[in-house]
């Protein structure tokens, strides 16, 4: 193929991705021959020198390098040469961050220079160093196919010369991620976006295109510009209905049903169309009939969201499905919070120790709406010395996917690039449990529950709850050791997972904590945070709140912790599932969903197995 035909093959592949990173077509041509050979002459026209600060102390966010032209004739915007291919020094998953450091020849100590760091010092001093100092110099990436770990943000640090541009409010360069798919090879572009004079400084806007907020903006730069948000207000107001409705498919309502439609001669079995396995294989109580097609069903249960209420209102008066209508504002991590916040009483915080109501539920800020007042509310615990550990995590992702521990500011304010994320206090003095071959672990606590209706309020909650266990002894330090800060061991064959069933872990509760009784104090206190939820939920119209369904009945589950308060043990609430997995429920307790079934559909709830969650 001639270098026109290849070129036509390039743009093919590639024009997509240059078009949304807005890369001048004048530079196109020129990018490709340069990938083709590759070709990497930035050292033609620029010159990387260190800053020398003589007698003068350098700052903790003084530049360390800089990068100038030193080409004659200068750079031009309108010289299709360029344009210049910046590679990069490290690429790296999050969680094997440390270990690349201490493992791959060489890293460790480049660094260490290319950030300012003594390469005569200790390993761990170094190591420590660069995670704390590297997210002033990562970009991030993700690849758009693949599973949902294939889609995880990649980050990365560009090689020398990239990482000595440095930050311009009016920058004259750009510099954007390029994966150059015949080799399968990220590398960063570097284009002007202004002529550029010799011995010019090259510069470039380090949070590009992320805010038009000034204030925001200003937060977004504090890993390399400093400035003080104490005065700003950390307060948080609920938003109105198009926040709720923001990136949302609206469910349609249903219309009025007759509610003798939804009665059953109890002689008569109930056909189930189900998408999850685990109901076909352990929903066999002789009430219940599994069927293949949805349109011979009583009870339609989906593991995807389903949305258009009024038409099976219409269509189907008398089939049930398991989904309400809106229930969002629960499985959605950001809204469950502000939903939460309406349990506060009359005042939002203590201002004594700054924590905030409910007490059961983490401080929480949306790091897209709220960076301002989360800045705000981070300074003024520093101020105040509190402890500032937060987790960070994606609005809609679970199993601990993309999800950060950190009490570096810097570290949080550049997770937002790479996905809407929202900032939880972190708990720093979990009630932990003794796992004898390890020592005192976090652990978390998993309540199935079960919304009936929604007016009136009908919750049930299944007495057998579920455990999960870190295998790490807990400390406060090393937030990049998954199996010492999390607990969800479920998903991944290198981890083992410690099987613990309820009735176990009561028992060995009241040997490690006989002064807080499971059934007496601890779990009346989780029963009631949980009826607090619900009727947060549903205490608004949609889409603010839960909207009422008589065809509906949902099934979610609820991760929770205990955390020391006080000398009390309070219950912190995490999050809310839809659709969740209940492999193990149905492996421990084969009668799982048949339970859950005659609950919903059958009105069998029956007090040895269900929590009545009444006020």
């Given amino acids: 193929m001639d270098g026109v035909g290849l070129y036509h093959t390039f743009l093919q592949t590639h024009q997509p991705q240059l078009e949304s990173s807005g890369v001048p077509r004048i530079f196109w041509e020129v990018l490709f021959k340069k990938l083709q050979n590759q070709t990497f002459d930035s050292g033609m026209v ?47 998953d999050i969680t094997n961050a440390r270990q690349n450091l201490s493992n791959i020849p060489g890293l460790l100590d480049r660094m260490c220079t290319l950030m300012g760091f003594d390469v005569g010092e200790e390993e761990d001093e170094k190591i420590e160093f660069v995670l704390n100092e590297m997210w002033r110099y990562n970009q991030a990436f993700s690849l758009n196919s693949g599973s949902i770990e294939d889609r995880m ?95 949302h498919i609206r469910e349609s309502l249903p219309e009025n049903i007759d509610p003798q439609l939804l009665q059953r001669d109890k002689n008569v079995k109930l056909k189930v169309y189900s998408q999850y396995t685990y109901i ?45 209508p ?17 349990k506060a009483g009359e005042r939002s915080y203590d201002p004594e120790t700054l924590d905030t109501y409910p007490e059961w539920l983490p401080t929480t800020y949306n790091l897209s709406m709220e960076l301002v007042q989360f800045v705000a509310y981070f300074q003024n615990r520093e101020s105040m010395g509190f402890d500032n550990h937060w987790i960070c ?30 900032a939880q206090k972190y708990i720093n003095d979990p009630v932990l449990y003794e796992r004898p071959e390890i020592g005192k672990v976090k652990f978390d606590v998993r309540y199935v529950v079960m919304l009936k209706s929604v007016k009136p309020l009908r919750a049930f909650a299944y007495k057998n709850f579920f455990l999960r266990f870190a295998n790490k002894e807990f400390a406060l330090n090393n937030f990049d050791v998954y199996e010492q800060h999390f607990t969800v061991m479920n998903y991944s064959e290198d981890r083992p997972f410690c099987h613990v069933k309820c009735a176990d872990f009561i028992l060995e509760w009241e040997r490690q904590y006989p002064d807080f009784s499971w059934i007496e104090q ?17 205490v608004e119209k949609p889409p603010k709140g839960i909207a009422e369904c008589p065809q509906s009945r949902a099934v979610y589950a609820v991760d929770l912790m205990l955390e020391w308060k006080e000398g ?48």
Wanted: charged share 25%; with cysteine.
């Fill in 46 to 92: 620029f010159q990387l020198i260190r800053i020398d600060y003589d007698d003068a102390v350098r700052g903790p966010k003084d530049p360390v390098w800089k990068l100038f032209v030193s080409c004659e004739k200068g750079i031009s915007t309108q010289d299709p040469n360029n344009i210049y291919l910046i590679d990069h020094a490290w690429t790296y």
């Fill in 153 to 247: 943000p990649i980050w990365y640090i560009m090689d020398e010369v990239g990482s000595a541009i440095n930050h311009n409010d009016d920058p004259n360069f750009r510099t954007v991620p390029f994966l150059y798919l015949p080799e399968g090879i990220t590398y960063t572009l570097l284009f002007p976006i202004k002529d550029v004079d010799c011995k010019d400084e090259v510069t470039r806007d380090f949070v590009e295109g992320q805010t038009h907020d000034p204030k925001k903006r200003q937060a977004l730069l504090l890993p390399w510009v400093d400035a003080s948000f104490l005065e700003e207000c950390f307060l948080q107001r609920e938003p109105d209905e198009n926040y709720f409705l923001a990136g």
């Fill in 280 to 324: 076909n294989d352990y929903l066999n109580d002789p009430a219940f009939e599994i069927v293949n097609n949805e349109e011979e069903a009583d009870i339609l249960w989906y593991t995807s969201h389903f949305k258009d209420y009024k038409e099976l209102s219409i269509r189907s008066p008398h089939v049930f499905v398991n989904q309400f």
């Fill in 326 to 342: 809106f229930e969002n504002v629960l499985t959605i991590k950001d809204l469950l919070s502000i939903v939460c916040r309406r």
């Fill in 393 to 422: 995590k994606p609005w809609n992702l679970t199993r601990g996917l993309d999800t950060h521990v950190t009490k570096n500011l810097f570290h949080i304010l550049r997770l937002p690039s790479t996905g809407p994320k929202i």
């Fill in 522 to 538: 601890v779990e009346p206190r989780i029963l009631h945070m949980l009826r607090q939820v619900f009727v947060a939920a549903v």
């Fill in 568 to 615: 009390m043990m309070q219950p912190v609430l995490l999050e809310f599932n839809f659709s969740p997995d209940c492999k193990r429920a149905c492996e421990y307790y084969p009668s799982f969903y048949n339970d859950i079934f005659k609950c919903l559909f059958l009105d069998d709830d029956n007090p040895d197995m269900f929590h009545n969650l009444r006020s």
